[in-house]
């Protein structure tokens, strides 16, 4: 979906492009492709760049604009990994700033209002817009990975009692989501600094939101790290809970097949074709069975006092 506005922010949109206006294309049609080409001058190389979900953040110049792509977080459609992230493109000329991402997020949403539509005045200027979607950026992943927290703290009380591998592998994809943030975050940041010393702009960047948006990547980069550290440490640990529960429970099935050979072996021993001065006893079959149950229940004292039940 391809919108044109008459400035960043999404206040005002507009059917024509006019000079300093703000172009947004979220998951675009291949008309769209053609016409970002055509009409707006983008390299057709760019436009492959920003569609591939595995670039990574950086920023280009040339003498007749300038490209800056970020990574920003998204929901997942898979269930077993929620959140992953894929890059956000900003391409600068004069006349115009072209943004463009291969899926709908939350930080540039294709339908409803734009997030930036709060912002008392009016975003006029095109780096600190940037700035704004650094800012906005960084506070997606926060608010992701507290939802990753939320599904890991419900994953850790189902694996205290379970001795499969479903719940680690929950864990996993949890991780997962981890690695993916504080890759993105750390090119994010990479990006932020390379705009905050390059004299190739021109405008004046605001220093204040510079520092916001660089505490804010920094705040969930650290966090990602905590959590992702956290989750490696207790992986290991359930692992071996994982494994005393089987070494339990193989323990316990043990000790029960101990018990139930004592009346087999007496059984057995009674049982062969050879004389065993019973025979001819009428009280041999109580007997017998009555031995069984005694020495049974004397081998599962003998357990219990040694606490292997």
């Not at 492959?48 to 459609?77: C, G, K, S, Y």
């Not at 004069?94 to 930080?107: A, G, K, S």
């Not at 600094?193 to 605001?206: F, P, V, W, Y």
Request: glycine content about 4%; charged content about 20%; aromatic content about 10%.
């Amino acid at each position: 979906m391809l919108k044109i506005f008459k400035t960043f922010g999404g206040y005002v949109e507009i059917n024509e492009p006019k000079n300093e206006c703000w172009i947004n294309a979220n998951n675009p049609t291949t008309d769209e492709i053609k016409r970002l080409t055509d009409e707006f001058g983008m390299p057709m190389d760019i436009v492959n760049d920003i569609l591939d979900q595995d670039e990574r953040p950086r920023i280009e110049f040339d003498d007749q604009w300038t490209l800056i792509i970020m990574r920003i977080p998204v929901r997942a459609h898979d269930l077993r990994v929620p959140f992953y992230t894929i890059p956000l493109g900003i391409f600068i000329k004069d006349n115009y700033t072209l943004t463009l991402c291969l899926q709908d997020n939350e930080v540039l949403p294709a339908e409803g209002p734009s997030p930036f539509r709060d912002q008392y005045q009016q975003i006029t200027d095109g780096v600190n817009f940037i700035l704004r979607l650094f800012l906005r950026s960084g506070w997606l992943y926060l608010k992701y990975l507290k939802q990753i927290n939320q599904i890991t703290a419900s994953i850790e009380q189902d694996l205290e009692k379970s001795i499969k591998n479903k719940e680690l592998n929950k864990l996993l994809y949890m991780e997962k989501c981890l690695v993916y943030f504080i890759t993105s975050i750390k090119g994010n940041e990479m990006v932020l600094a390379r705009l905050r010393n390059s004299r190739k702009i021109t405008s004046e960047i605001n220093e204040d939101l510079l520092e916001d948006a660089m505490i804010e990547n920094k705040q969930a980069l650290e966090i990602a790290q905590i959590y992702s550290d956290i989750q490696s440490g207790m992986m290991d640990a359930f692992a071996s809970v994982i494994s005393n529960n089987l070494n339990v429970v193989m323990k316990q099935l043990t000790l029960i097949s101990i018990i139930l050979m004592i009346p087999t072996l007496i059984a057995s021993f009674y049982g062969m074709n050879v004389p065993n001065y019973m025979e001819n006893w009428q009280w041999a079959m109580p007997a017998i069975l009555l031995g069984s149950l005694v020495l049974s229940i004397l081998g599962v004292l003998l357990f219990r006092k040694r606490q292997w039940f």
